[in-house]
């Protein structure tokens, strides 16, 4: 059974710091590429980020060199740290494998306003 809990979203001033976990279940994270997804209002979702078993890792364009993922495969969690957040940073944050699974967790909200 897929289960993926996500975690530490909240409202923060734009430059300040975040960082995200998602607790997933062993079968969802082993041996797979985890990534962190966003879903901002009236846009699709979007991958982030994303890492693999041996903690390669891919940003998207508009994160690089401020967001940084990073897995504990003994507690399958995956972590997203935030930094130098931004307005247009602000969304809904998931966790899945990459590809996704069909399954998604509740999100966590990220909102990044003064």
């Known amino acids: 059974q897929v289960q993926l809990v996500e975690s530490g979203g909240g409202l923060v001033q734009p430059g300040g710091s975040l960082r995200l976990s998602c607790s997933a279940s062993?079968?969802?994270?082993?041996?797979?590429?985890m990534g962190w997804y966003r879903q901002a209002p009236g846009k699709q979702r979007e991958l982030v980020a994303d890492?693999?078993?041996?903690?390669?890792?891919n940003y998207g364009d508009s994160v690089k060199g401020r967001f940084t993922i990073s897995r504990d495969n003994a507690k399958n969690t995956v972590y997203l740290q935030m930094n130098s957040l931004k307005p247009e940073d602000t969304a809904v944050y998931y966790c899945n494998t990459v590809p996704s699974t069909v399954y998604w967790g509740q999100g966590t909200q990220v909102t990044v306003s003064s």
């Open positions: 890492i693999t078993i041996a903690d390669r890792t």
């Open positions: 062993r079968s969802t994270f082993s041996f797979n590429v």
